[in-house]
């Protein structure tokens, strides 16, 4: 059985972000029906509705005919959860807005997804995904800035404009100036695990409170969270460790193309074994890697743009000496993060991926048997089901109306609450982290928002990785204990820790956890009511084992191959604004969500397992393949990287601006060939940006510019501030930090903000003074190294 077994969904939305999160309901058991309008969907020929609508019911209703309006209202009555992606305004027209439904069904969780938030100034802008990335700045972040984000946001020039030699083919995206349009829909892909997160909160908020709520999210926040990474502005910037090279669009990434004319993706690059292994005549996957203070290896800050400057040329020459396959196969022996940058068809044909169930194959009534994204998190105790095909548009109206018509006639029962009425949904819950890296510590961030108290168990040598930007965006709400875990008196304080846990979250090799005594199978034993999620690179067979991360999960699920046009002759792309990581963090924050919920009714704590593989096979889940490997028809990328038609695309102005369109209903881009006739890009080049937005807008034609400037003003917007969108904290070491806050909201249980990025070792005194040790105990623990207080930071050293 499914964790949401006996919950009923009714899905009003369209695009991707509602029809995704509805899908990830009926995955877990949730009765989805597709409320389908008259008019036909906005976007009727998306091969991406093959996945999203699989097992959902489909029934047409006109909500403007009383009648039609009478046997939805039906339906809400006995619903859980209703899902709506309409325009700001509509619904209340309509009759069917939150105020009026909650009136029939106070238990309703009632998301909506809009294009830029309700009440904001932009709350009546077309909300197409390409529009959002235009205006938001994401276009620009896709290979991000010479000067790197960190720079860019606190307004500091590029420090190696100068000094650096960087051949234009090392850098990543078309070799052009300017934003890059992508094939991954990144605002609606992000505003998906929004809601997602926001209504399997929602939903265990409700076993305790009896109420139900609202979930807003928007595309607008989508983007945002998608740039967590890259919009932090620090006060000092500069301080020790806090820049890297990783996000400067200079930097090459570790892609390299092989003899076979294929790619693969060495994240990070690691030269001594790419120049030991390729040193003879056929490749060493065994080279010497155990050089001390390797000078072959490169660091994090970003002077290190000089070291790869020189590596580049030498290493890009040895690659291309051998096939992808060789270098796959030794990098799998040498336990390198590497894999090959394939295409989305040959990922959902991967036998591996489909052994695991990540990837599964449906026997859709028009197109045949088709491989399309599979089960992306599961729980022990429900581990998830695709319950069939998408159905014909309205197959099942006259049954659904028929039910509906045995239902009881809506009528208010409740008097409507106005504002929160309960503390955040995860207060009184208690969570570690022994996460790693991002993936395992954003999710917790994630749970620290709702309300759970986060203890991030720390080494004492970790001070050097939590002083950079990208730890800063993982960990902040959380306490931090530092622990020599090698040490029996650590591994004991641990297993006290342990005894007060509600949840364990980790991404660690299970292999790790097991040597360690922290694997499921053995704390199950003793905390039975235990909820341990675990979050993996891969998919559970040969490459489980193996080290992940979310640029070898994007190249790996294909995200990389389409983003760059890589079928038209570009370079694989790692979008700067990835979900992997972050994806990853989402999926284990609901499952988590679920299994306490879950334990709420059984009193059972369970297991909890996702992965990268698996956000990264959600974000191309807009396609699909025939089990033999080829294609079905979909828009693909042109090698400039402007766009998937000429009806949806960026182009360039005399200015040197660039206008996005989204001619999306006929009337829209009969309207567009109207105004710029058979050559289109020699018709943007003759006029400037703001000259065309105006004729475009006057013609009906929805575009934006996108703007390069958009997100340094982000930090600056009042409203954005008051509804926690971004967030700010003082930080002992780079001053005031600001950062992206909450992508979604609670009406009843609001987020909370629990304090900025941790400091390593800060907390472990009081939470040992909390489990009973005396002040004489704790000192002489940190003088024997057992513990850190506070932990000074060792200078950087280099990473693999």
């Known amino acids: ?265 060495n994240w990070v690059p690691n030269p001594r074994f790419i120049l030991q292994a390729s040193a003879g005549d056929s490749l060493n996957a065994t080279p010497d890697l155990t050089v001390q203070n390797d000078p072959d290896r490169f660091g994090i800050g970003p002077e290190e743009l000089l070291v790869m400057a020189h590596y580049q040329p030498l290493l890009a020459d040895a690659v291309r000496r051998f096939t992808a396959a060789e270098w796959v196969e030794a990098a799998r022996v040498a336990g390198m993060t590497m894999q090959e940058c394939r295409p989305i068809e040959e990922a959902l044909t991967d036998p591996l991926l489909l052994d695991d169930g990540c990837v599964t194959t449906v026997e859709d009534p028009e197109l045949g048997p088709i491989n399309q994204v599979g089960i992306t998190y599961r729980l022990s105790n429900s581990p998830g089901q695709v319950s069939g095909p998408a159905h014909a548009r309205g197959a099942d109206t006259a049954a659904v109306k028929a039910y509906a018509t045995a239902l009881p006639k809506a009528a208010a029962v409740a008097a409507a609450n106005d504002g929160p009425t309960a503390d955040a949904p995860l207060k009184g819950i208690r969570v570690l982290d022994l996460g790693l890296a991002i993936a395992g510590p954003f999710s917790c961030q994630l749970l620290s928002d709702l309300g759970a108290e986060v203890i991030k168990i720390n080494t004492l040598w970790d001070g050097y990785w939590h002083r950079t930007h990208i730890a800063y965006m993982a960990n902040r709400g959380k306490r931090s204990a530092a622990l020599m875990l090698k040490h029996p008196k650590a591994r004991a304080i641990l297993q006290e820790l342990i005894a007060t846990a509600d949840v364990i979250q980790h991404n660690m090799r299970y292999d790790a956890a097991t040597r360690l005594g922290l694997d499921y199978e053995t704390l199950s034993k003793e905390f039975p009511r235990l909820i341990y999620c675990h979050s993996r690179g891969f998919e559970k067979g040969p490459r489980m084992g193996l080290p992940g991360n979310d640029q070898t999960g994007a190249a790996l699920a294909g995200i990389q191959h389409a983003d760059g046009a890589v079928a038209a002759g570009g370079k694989p792309l790692w979008s700067l604004t990835s979900l992997g990581d972050t994806g990853n963090g989402f999926l284990a924050t609901v499952g988590i969500l679920n299994a306490l919920m879950d334990r709420e009714k059984t009193g059972r704590g369970q297991f909890v397992d996702t992965s990268i593989i698996n956000a990264c096979l959600l974000t191309t889940s807009y396609a699909a393949a025939r089990p033999d490997g080829s294609a079905l028809d979909r828009p693909t990328l042109d090698k400039n990287q402007t766009g998937l038609s000429r009806h949806y695309r960026l182009y360039q102005t005399s200015d040197n601006g660039w206008v996005q369109v989204a001619a999306i209903t006929p009337a829209q881009q009969a309207a567009f060939d109207g105004l710029v006739g058979s050559d289109a890009e020699a018709a943007f080049a003759g006029l400037s940006a703001g000259q065309w937005l105006e004729r475009l807008a006057m013609a009906g034609v929805p575009a934006e510019l996108s703007d390069p400037r958009a997100s340094l003003g982000l930090f600056d917007n009042a409203l954005y501030r008051s509804r926690g969108w971004t967030t700010h904290s003082q930080d002992p070491y780079v001053g005031r930090i600001d950062q992206i806050g909450h992508c979604y909201s609670l009406s009843e249980t609001p987020l909370t903000f629990q304090g900025g990025p941790l400091i390593v070792g800060r907390d472990t005194a009081a939470l040992l003074a909390e489990l009973g040790y005396s002040d004489t105990e704790i000192s002489e623990m940190a003088a024997q190294n057992v513990i850190g207080c506070d932990t000074p930071v060792p200078a950087e050293p280099a990473i693999a």
């Open 1 to 265: 059985m499914g964790t949401l077994d006996g919950l009923k969904v009714l899905d009003l939305s369209w695009g991707v972000s509602g029809p995704m999160a509805a899908m990830l309901l009926g995955d877990h058991g949730a009765e989805v029906t597709r409320i389908e309008r008259p008019g036909g969907d906005p976007f009727p020929n998306l091969l991406g509705y093959k996945v999203w609508h699989r097992g959902k019911k489909s029934a047409e209703f006109d909500l403007k005919n009383s009648a039609d309006l009478d046997l939805f209202l039906r339906l809400v009555v006995e619903a859980d959860i209703l899902i709506e992606s309409f325009s700001p305004g509509v619904t209340a027209r309509l009759g069917i807005d939150y105020a009026s439904l909650r009136q029939i069904n106070p238990r309703l969780i009632y998301c909506s997804i809009t294009g830029y938030g309700a009440g904001t100034e932009d709350q009546d802008l077309p909300g197409y995904d390409a529009l959002v990335a235009a205006r938001s700045g994401l276009q620009y972040e896709q290979r991000g800035w010479p000067e790197s984000a960190v720079q860019r946001m606190s307004g500091l020039p590029n420090e190696f404009a100068e000094t650096a030699d960087i051949d234009p083919d090392w850098v990543q995206g078309a070799n052009r100036d300017g934003p890059l349009f992508v094939a991954s829909p990144w605002p609606s892909l992000g505003a998906f695990y929004a809601a997602s997160t926001g209504i399997a909160a929602a939903l265990f908020a409700r076993q305790k409170t009896g109420r139900g709520q609202r979930v807003e999210t928007s595309l607008k926040q989508g983007a945002m969270i998608c740039s967590a990474g890259v919009w932090q502005k620090a006060e000092q910037p500069d301080a020790p460790g806090f820049n890297t090279w990783i996000l400067g669009a200079q930097s090459p990434k570790g892609h390299f193309q092989c003899s076979d004319g294929r790619w693969v993706h």
